[in-house]
């Protein structure tokens, strides 16, 4: 529910829409490359693509709204901004609040060895860890469901030290990628896919046979 979002952040960030309203957070699993971002890009080669993995969330999620033609569906993706320059959804949140994944944050640490550092806060998910992204929001404004109980996400990480240590991973060496593998999964990306992540986005094309 949209309520559940909005009873945990700032009136700044809140999504305009009754409490009631019902939203979906769309997350994408190491199988997306293989089996939604290769075949779109062979499929769209003759057309331009700026951003590969974006506009391939776009394009199966306005697949999506085609399935419910009598249904009002607003679609805010991870990537976009409001004019302040702000997100339009705070994606994390979402995901928590939605019980999809566990939203590691500062506060949930007790003893905090950080002092003054800015420390952000970390999805887990409880079958692929930090192998996952968060894509996006499917709001239906005209389906208000009342009685839908919220589920808890699966706190994975439990204990005050592996907390920690993924903050700590996640912070300081989020580059090696460490933290993604904080508890055991069922799931990693493929050795092609962490070679396109890692890859600056202007060379990404190459690694897709797009130049």
Not at 1 to 13: D, P, R
Not at 54 to 77: A, N, T
Request: aromatic share 14%; net charge positive; with cysteine.
């Amino acid at each position: 529910k949209v309520g559940w979002y909005n009873a945990v952040l700032q009136a700044a960030f809140h999504l305009p829409y009754p409490d009631d309203t019902l939203a979906f957070v769309v997350l994408s699993t190491p199988s997306m490359f293989d089996k939604a971002l290769k075949p779109f890009v062979n499929k769209e080669r003759l057309k331009i693509i700026r951003d590969p993995v974006d506009q391939c969330v776009s394009h199966h999620l306005s697949r999506v709204k085609e399935k419910f033609p009598d249904q009002k569906i607003d679609i805010i993706f991870d990537y976009e901004l409001l004019p302040n320059r702000k997100p339009k959804f705070l994606a994390q949140t979402a995901a928590h609040v939605a019980g999809a994944a566990y939203y590691y944050q500062r506060k949930d640490v007790k003893l905090d060895p950080w002092g003054k550092k800015k420390i952000y806060g970390v999805c887990i998910h409880p079958k692929y860890g930090g192998w996952f992204a968060i894509r996006g929001l499917l709001l239906f404004p005209d389906i208000q469901v009342r009685f839908l109980e919220q589920s808890a996400p699966v706190d994975c990480v439990s204990t005050e030290e592996k907390r920690i240590e993924l903050l700590e991973q996640f912070n300081l060496h989020w580059q090696d990628g460490r933290y993604r593998d904080i508890i055991e999964v069922k799931e990693r990306y493929s050795e092609e896919q962490r070679a396109y992540f890692a890859t600056p986005p202007a060379e990404r094309f190459r690694l897709l046979g797009l130049t």
